[in-house]
């Protein structure tokens, strides 16, 4: 599995909030500073984050971005699900995958079903909030 540039920056951005959410609305151009992330890029990001209901934002002066729930709430395994489509390992395991005619026979997907069962609980065991008590 392989995560994507919006991955990663879609996880930078909601940490970045999340340390800064005392500001309440934060600006993407300070976010895109701190983050040395292109603020171009950032505002292709944000409209997907607000429908996945990670983020509100506020238009005019004093807006930007805050988080709509406490980073304690929020899992990285549903940012990672909603930026990535699905963390599923092979193309049989996606979500609107057809059911595979080889399944009853192969001798790989219980392999491959622990594998993503590994990935999804151990994303889904990490919030926000447990990333911002990492000191390295």
């Given at each position: 599995m392989m995560v994507s540039t919006r991955g990663r920056y879609a996880l930078r951005v909601l940490l970045d909030l999340a340390e800064h959410a005392e500001n309440g609305y934060v600006p993407m151009k300070d976010v895109a500073a701190r983050q040395s992330l292109s603020l171009k890029y950032l505002e292709q990001i944000m409209p997907l984050l607000s429908k996945?209901?990670?983020?509100?934002?506020?238009?005019?002066?004093?807006?930007?971005?805050?988080l709509k729930r406490n980073?304690?709430?929020?899992?990285?395994?549903?940012i990672l699900r909603l930026t990535e489509g699905n963390l599923a390992p092979v193309a049989c395991l996606k979500c609107d995958a057809q059911a595979c005619e080889r399944a009853s026979l192969c001798k790989t997907l219980p392999m491959w079903k622990e594998f993503d069962a590994l990935v999804n609980n151990y994303f889904n065991g990490i919030t926000l909030s447990d990333l911002l008590q990492t000191t390295e």
């Amino acid at each position: 599995m392989m995560v994507s540039t919006r991955g990663r920056y879609a996880l930078r951005v909601l940490l970045d909030l999340a340390e800064h959410a005392e500001n309440g609305y934060v600006p993407m151009k300070d976010v895109a500073a701190r983050q040395s992330l292109s603020l171009k890029y950032l505002e292709q990001i944000m409209p997907l984050l607000s429908k996945g209901e990670f983020v509100e934002g506020l238009h005019g002066k004093g807006g930007g971005y805050r988080l709509k729930r406490n980073a304690a709430e929020i899992r990285v395994g549903e940012i990672l699900r909603l930026t990535e489509g699905n963390l599923a390992p092979v193309a049989c395991l996606k979500c609107d995958a057809q059911a595979c005619e080889r399944a009853s026979l192969c001798k790989t997907l219980p392999m491959w079903k622990e594998f993503d069962a590994l990935v999804n609980n151990y994303f889904n065991g990490i919030t926000l909030s447990d990333l911002l008590q990492t000191t390295e």
